[in-house]
């Protein structure tokens, strides 16, 4: 049974495995079911930037810590034979979080030689939403028209780009400030902090 509020999140390879951490933390609390998968280059900057070890082939959602009461659905990078790799599995959406320049190439040319890739061009292709997380700097010209490529397809591309202007006063606050942005990407509702043109710190 395929439900349209279904989302996909994909973990690549690009720094910052916290964003990843936090969305799924989030959106998995709003109830949503979530198509979960990861790269090998994921998994590598996972254990890196978290210390969190994941097994791919056996993968247990316990291993991301509590996720609340929302479901998982794991899929390996490899099974085209997932669901989210066909247009008629209906979902309300997709992230990559992070996104490497590498994983973005590959959408941005219809590359799709692996789960992440295919599904990221099934999105495209149903002009269901899209959402890419690019963590690089500086950025090549490459980059930056692989970039133009994807919006150009109708993705959105949301950089780990944190703001100061809502004053954070912790690492948290800044990963709250980009996972609150691809939230609002998705229509979930969330309470990540304050909006601009909300009350003003002192
Ligand atoms: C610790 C670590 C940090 C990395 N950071 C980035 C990064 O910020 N951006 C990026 O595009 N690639 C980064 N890479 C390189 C990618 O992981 C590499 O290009 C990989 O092939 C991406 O594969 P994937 O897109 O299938 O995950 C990093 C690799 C490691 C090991």
């Known amino acids: ?6 989302l996909v999140v994909a973990i690549t390879g690009a720094s910052g495995a916290p964003y990843a951490l936090r969305l799924l933390q989030v959106v998995v ?11 090998p280059s994921g998994a590598t900057v996972l254990r890196e930037e ?19 009461p929302g479901r998982v659905v794991y899929h390996h990078h490899q099974d085209f034979s997932a669901g989210i790799a066909s247009g008629s599995f ?16 590959a959408i941005a040319h ?16 149903e002009r269901r939403k899209l959402i890419l997380v690019p963590r690089e ?4 010209l490459i980059h930056l028209e692989n970039m133009a490529a994807v919006t150009r397809a109708g993705a959105i591309v949301l950089p780990a780009m944190p703001g100061w202007y809502h004053r954070p006063e912790s ?3 800044m990963i709250d400030f980009v996972v ?19 009350e003003r710190p002192t």
Do not use: E
């Not at 049974?1 to 279904?6: K, S």
């Open 1 to 6: 049974m395929t439900d349209a509020r279904d």
């Open 29 to 39: 609390r709003s109830g949503r079911t979530v198509h979960l998968t990861i790269s």
């Open 50 to 68: 978290t210390g969190i070890v994941v097994d791919l082939d056996r993968f247990d959602p316990a291993a991301l810590g509590d996720l609340g």
């Open 90 to 105: 209906r979902t309300g959406g997709m992230v990559i979080s992070p996104c490497s320049m590498s994983t973005l190439g």
């Open 110 to 125: 219809g590359i799709t030689t692996n789960l992440i890739t295919r599904a990221a061009d099934v999105h495209l292709k």
């Open 137 to 140: 700097t500086p950025l090549s």
């Open 171 to 173: 690492l948290a606050d």
């Open 180 to 198: 609150a942005r691809i939230c609002d990407g998705l229509d979930i509702d969330h309470d990540l902090g304050r909006r601009w043109g909300g």
